[in-house]
């Protein structure tokens, strides 16, 4: 890898921080993971899971445009 290349970091959310951004259940947020309607996590390590802020951002794009113009 160049070093003169700066490296660009993907900003990680855990469950908690996710759940302040997106108004739904934790169960929800699972169940629309293993239905590939929502961003999968990252396993971290055995007991920590993170999503990318970036795919989630994405996600949130996306239902906006399917929504927008409704009430």
Same mark, same amino acid.
């Given at each position: 890898?160049?070093?003169?290349?700066?490296?660009?970091? *993907?900003?990680?959310?855990?469950? =908690?921080?996710?759940?302040?951004?997106?108004?739904? !259940? $934790?169960?929800?947020? &699972? *169940?629309?993971?293993?239905?590939? =309607?929502?961003?999968?996590?990252?396993?971290?390590? !055995? $007991?920590?899971?993170? &999503?990318?802020?970036?795919?989630?951002?994405?996600?949130?794009?996306?239902?906006?445009?399917?929504?927008?113009?409704?009430?």
């Amino acid at each position: 890898m160049p070093e003169d290349r700066p490296i660009a970091l *993907r900003k990680m959310l855990t469950q =908690r921080d996710l759940l302040k951004m997106i108004p739904t !259940s $934790r169960t929800t947020i &699972w *169940r629309w993971c293993s239905e590939g =309607r929502f961003p999968k996590p990252v396993q971290l390590s !055995s $007991r920590r899971v993170v &999503w990318f802020l970036d795919e989630v951002a994405e996600w949130q794009e996306t239902i906006g445009k399917s929504h927008s113009g409704k009430p």
